[in-house]
């Protein structure tokens, strides 16, 4: 067969091949933004209103930002990236829907560029970004730039709940109730609050709570037994501790205060009540009402009585 006969394939005899997705979508990209360029060309062929071209491109003290004057007079801020996407350039007429969709663009970008900026001090929970947003004033671009993000795994409260589980646990050593409670307030569902609790075992929580109980011990040591015990379960509830952790730990600590260390601890409490009561109360009824504050705060009778009896003595000298 001649070559040149083989060349003279009619169109409809050629091979087609089908694009892939990826070339459909940039073929639509590139179609879209070619019609906007044919319609900023029609636009400037039928009107010729130069009060919709641009005069000016004045860059902002913002990096990346810059100023679009149209007929000598400033029409609206654009970013870098709008500029070059769409090659905007001076003696360019801009038809107003083409400027209402830059608008719109520019304010997507910048609350697109917002978010990543807030992202960027640390992981973030989606209801975190979204009440950036909305404090920010792009409530409107929430749901698209949220999206994005997601796609991107940028937001990802699976993970996120989780980092903040073993950041809770390893350096504040707070306890499971008060973690869930925090990640709930954080807008983070049931199911991923749960799921990410099994970065906490037992055995951590065991030992988170020892070591706050033993810290909360040495600071209630002036304080009667019971007193100091009950205030070391106080203690690790309101960090967020259940009471079977709670027992596990008191029934693991010495919390056994030998006869002398408990009226030491006594008489520092003693002392301080008889001193509030001296000033309207003397004789029995001073007797009788430091006696009512110390057994109040889990002092034994027998001590309670020898402060008392002591005291006494001192008065009667």
Excluded: C
């Excluded at 400027?99 to 520019?106: F, P, R, T």
């Excluded at 949220?146 to 050593?173: C, F, G, H, M, P």
């Amino acid at each position: 067969m001649n070559p040149s006969e083989d060349n003279s394939r009619r169109p409809d005899q050629l091979i087609r091949l089908e694009p892939n997705q990826k070339q459909q979508d940039h073929t639509f990209k590139l179609d879209k933004t070619k019609q906007l360029e044919q319609a900023i060309e029609a636009n400037s062929r039928e009107t010729g209103d130069k009060r919709n071209m641009i005069t000016s491109i004045q860059a902002q003290k913002r990096p990346g930002r810059y100023n679009i004057y149209l007929g000598e007079e400033y029409a609206f801020p654009v970013d870098e990236e709008l500029i070059i996407k769409y090659m905007l350039h001076k003696g360019m007429v801009l038809s107003p829907a083409f400027q209402e969709e830059l608008k719109v663009e520019d304010v997507s970008r910048k609350a697109y560029q917002r978010a990543l900026n807030y992202l960027s001090y640390g992981l973030r929970s989606e209801k975190e970004v979204r009440d950036d947003l909305k404090e920010k004033e792009f409530e409107e671009q929430a749901d698209e730039v949220i999206e994005r993000l997601k796609e991107q795994r940028l937001i990802d409260d699976l993970e996120y709940a989780k980092s903040y589980v073993r950041t809770s646990a390893n350096l504040n050593r707070k306890g499971p109730s008060v973690i869930q409670n925090e990640l709930f307030r954080r807008g983070i569902d049931k199911l991923s609050i749960e799921e990410a609790m099994f970065e906490y075992s037992y055995e951590d929580q065991f030992d988170n709570a020892y070591i706050l109980a033993e810290k909360a011990w040495k600071k209630a040591r002036q304080k009667s037994q019971r007193e100091a015990v009950q205030k070391v379960k106080q203690h690790l509830m309101q960090k967020g501790f259940n009471m079977d952790i709670i027992q596990e730990v008191i029934n693991e600590m010495d919390t056994d205060k030998s006869e002398d260390e408990e009226f030491e601890a006594l008489a520092i409490q003693g002392e301080k009540a008889w001193k509030r009561y001296s000033r309207k109360s003397s004789g029995y009824e001073l007797v009788q009402k430091t006696k009512s504050s110390l057994f109040q705060k889990g002092y034994p009778s027998e001590l309670i009585k020898r402060f008392t009896d002591m005291k006494e003595e001192e008065n009667a000298e």
